[in-house]
């Protein structure tokens, strides 16, 4: 059963539709960095995954079906039937699924730093118990240490303070274990040649969460004419620490989206 996912919509109404996918414990907010490029050429649909900020939270575990799912009814509350897509690790999952599932719905898809295979399913089995145990400030600082390189991290302390807040405080734990749950079942190797969007992959190369090589570049090989782009000291959410180069990088691939 799908969930109302909490989302904004952005932008000239008549514009071509960017659907916007977050990562693993963050919110629509890290596309913050892109929104006001994006914003004066598309209509942005940011949205939270189930169990994250606003969004509702149902019993676990999850499918990534499920979360590719929630946001099919999303859109068609809203009245989009086609759209580009622009998702990083989860939120990238997701994008996938759909582009697979639907891809008459799909115009262009861009991914970062996102995987077709995480593997290690018993680390996020694992994570699940202790988030479902002691909540998402029990594994805060470890996960949240992950997403930027030390250089970045040191030098805008003060975000990456807002990021561990926001992951501490904002993530519902059963849905954030259930989405844990939903990473450790995840295979989508067999479904990437049904993506027929325009595809980007950014990968963050210091990204130690999921590594370019095999994560990245098994989908960029798995989807038909995909391009890869390793971006240069960045690690797990590239976007936010490079979107200098990202976001230029973003604008060029998903360009009017029509």
């Not at 907010?29 to 189930?50: C, G, K, N, S, T």
């Not at 759209?83 to 582009?99: E, K, N, Q």
């Not at 145990?133 to 805060?140: D, H, I, P, W």
Request: charge should be negative; include cysteine.
């Amino acid at each position: 059963m799908t969930v109302l996912l909490a989302h904004d919509v952005l932008g000239d109404d008549d514009a071509p539709v960017l659907v916007l996918g977050s990562s693993l414990g963050t919110t629509k907010d890290m596309w913050q960095p892109q929104l006001d490029a994006f914003a004066q050429r598309f209509r942005v649909i940011r949205y939270e995954h189930r169990g994250h900020s606003r969004s509702p939270a149902p019993p676990g575990p999850y499918a990534l079906d499920d979360l590719g799912a929630d946001v099919l009814a999303l859109l068609d509350s809203l009245g989009v039937d086609d759209f580009a897509y622009a998702g990083v690790s989860l939120g990238g999952m997701v994008g996938l699924w759909l582009a697979a599932q639907a891809p008459h719905r799909v115009r262009r898809l861009a991914v970062a730093c996102t995987s077709a295979l995480p593997g290690n399913p018993g680390a996020w089995h694992t994570r699940a118990a202790a988030v479902r145990a002691g909540g998402t400030a029990a594994v805060a600082d470890a996960v949240v240490a992950r997403w930027f390189t030390p250089a970045w991290a040191h030098e805008h302390h003060d975000e990456v303070g807002r990021f561990t807040d926001t992951f501490s405080e904002r993530m519902d734990r059963e849905g954030y274990a259930g989405c844990c749950e939903a990473l450790a079942s995840l295979d989508l190797r067999s479904r990437l040649g049904s993506v027929t969007a325009p595809t980007l992959v950014l990968a963050g190369v210091d990204d130690l969460a999921l590594p370019p090589d095999p994560h990245s570049v098994t989908i960029a090989q798995g989807v038909p004419g995909a391009r890869l782009q390793l971006v240069p000291d960045a690690a797990h959410l590239a976007t936010v620490e490079r979107a200098d180069l990202c976001t230029p990088l973003l604008l060029d691939h998903l360009g009017d989206a029509s």
